[in-house]
């Protein structure tokens, strides 16, 4: 945890890091402490539109304090880490307390969790320990702080209902039938109620912004369920593309595969694995992202029940731990970020170091007033969110992942008061546009251009 933590500390401090997430939530967090302002300007979408995360507000006490940035990465990193505590104690009760070391140590060193830690924050990442404590508490049958962890993934992101109802369906499996029934029950009503009430709320007169990733299935909630229903071949064939296996591969290797041997336990990550490889995008059936989170955690839990069922045997349980350190060591080794992958940790993905071009870029942002209007290229964004406006350049003159569709909602261009822009990240496509607003009679005058940064004021 102390390495990650330096290394997301210097992520941020030498402009590693990206508006898209991490600025987007640095700012909706600052705007609900300091004053009540429903448009992230960053997406263009109201609190709650882009997702329902109210778990993100008990952070606002921090912000009161000054975090940002640093204490966000912070914070995904212990919890990331933290989930390691619930696993042991899972695993401690299952088949003693070496064993459990193991199955922790396997757990740090998986290649999804350190890459999810090198990402930007996201507050599914609080899911993680909450869900393996609602599965350690049901297990000793303490149903009060089972239902707190039940309640907090469920704060963390609409979706995070779909791992939480499968946690109900294994606890009927499992003879929990009340229990179960109302864990599944709670988590479909908050699902449904996150996506059809809350979201559409925000975003009047539109769906919720992120069902076109399912536009073979339907463009409606209900349409992609029941055409999952009625086309399970379109599941099959997604649950069968290479990319799928790839992303089985390095999910299922650090258990030394060891998890498969637990079909029933792993009803926990069959939603979310079903949401993640029908979705459109690529990159969510990727380990370097947020995706992965509550699968991951379902395959450990998986894993320690098979070792569990282990523990009569005691040569095959050692063997079982030597397989599993082994194969998490060669996973870290094969796919991490750690320095154990040299090829990764070095290949431009950390912000190791500072140079003349991130030194003129933080002297550029410390310049701009606090109550200015702002656009900034992506990577400068998280450096510059703690304001009512700040626009993740092009916008406001040029619309780019900006709203729910082409016009919702507009976007007003006077706010913009100074321009911050890393010039690495200025297309050519949008070189015309900078001429246009730094020329002599255009709306901004150049205060700094050097070493490939910008600063530029409306007069």
């Given at each position: ?363 550029l942002v410390a310049r701009v007033p606090a109550s200015a209007g702002v656009s900034a ?83």
């Open positions: 945890m102390g390495l990650f933590g330096w290394l997301t500390w210097l992520q941020q401090a030498n402009f590693g890091t990206f508006d898209f997430d991490l600025g987007l939530f640095d700012q909706e967090i600052w705007l609900a402490a300091h004053h009540w302002n429903a448009l992230i300007t960053i997406r263009g979408l109201t609190m709650w539109a882009n997702h329902v995360n109210p778990i993100v507000y008990l952070l606002v006490p921090f912000y009161w304090l000054g975090a940002g940035p640093h204490f966000l990465y912070l914070v995904q990193t212990v919890a990331l880490a933290g989930a390691a505590v619930p696993l042991w104690l899972l695993a401690r009760d299952r088949a003693g307390a070496w064993t459990a070391t193991a199955v922790a140590f396997a757990w740090l060193a998986s290649p999804a969790l350190e890459w999810m830690t090198w990402w930007s924050f996201q507050p599914e990442y609080l899911a993680v320990p909450a869900l393996i404590g609602a599965y350690w508490f049901a297990d000793r049958r303490r149903w009060i702080p089972y239902a707190l962890c039940v309640v907090a993934a469920l704060a963390t992101k609409e979706d995070a209902a779909l791992a939480v109802a499968a946690l109900g369906v294994l606890l009927v499996l499992r003879h929990r039938a009340r229990a179960g029934l109302v864990t599944l029950a709670a988590a479909v009503t908050w699902f449904l109620v996150a996506l059809e009430v809350i979201m559409r709320a925000a975003t009047p007169g539109a769906a919720p912004f992120f069902l076109y990733q399912y536009a073979a299935l339907g463009d409606s909630t209900g349409q992609i369920v029941l055409g999952v229903l009625r086309r399970p071949w379109v599941v099959l064939r997604a649950l069968g593309r290479a990319s799928s296996l790839a992303y089985y591969l390095k999910i299922l290797a650090p258990t030394a595969f060891l998890a498969l041997a637990a079909p029933v336990t792993l009803v926990l990550v069959v939603p979310t694995l079903v949401v993640n490889v029908l979705n459109n995008q690529g990159y969510t059936t990727d380990i370097h992202y947020q995706y992965s989170a509550l699968i991951t955690a379902g395959v450990f839990i998986a894993l320690v029940e098979v070792l569990g069922r282990l523990a009569a045997s005691p040569r095959a349980r050692r063997a079982a731990v030597v397989a599993v350190l082994s194969a998490s060591l060669a996973s870290n080794v094969a796919w991490s970020p750690s320095p154990l992958d040299a090829a990764a940790f070095h290949g431009g993905y950390w912000s190791l170091s500072s140079s003349p071009h991130t030194r003129e870029l933080a002297r290229t992506y990577t400068v964004v998280p450096h510059l969110a703690h304001r009512d406006v700040i626009y993740s350049w092009p916008n406001p003159w040029i619309r780019l992942y900006y709203g729910v569709n082409a016009s919702q909602p507009g976007e007003p261009r006077a706010g913009v008061d100074y321009l911050v822009l890393d010039l690495t990240e200025v297309s050519p496509a949008q070189r015309a546009l900078l001429a246009s607003l730094l020329a002599p009679r255009g709306p901004f005058r150049v205060l700094v251009r050097r070493d490939q940064a910008l600063l530029a004021v409306r007069p």
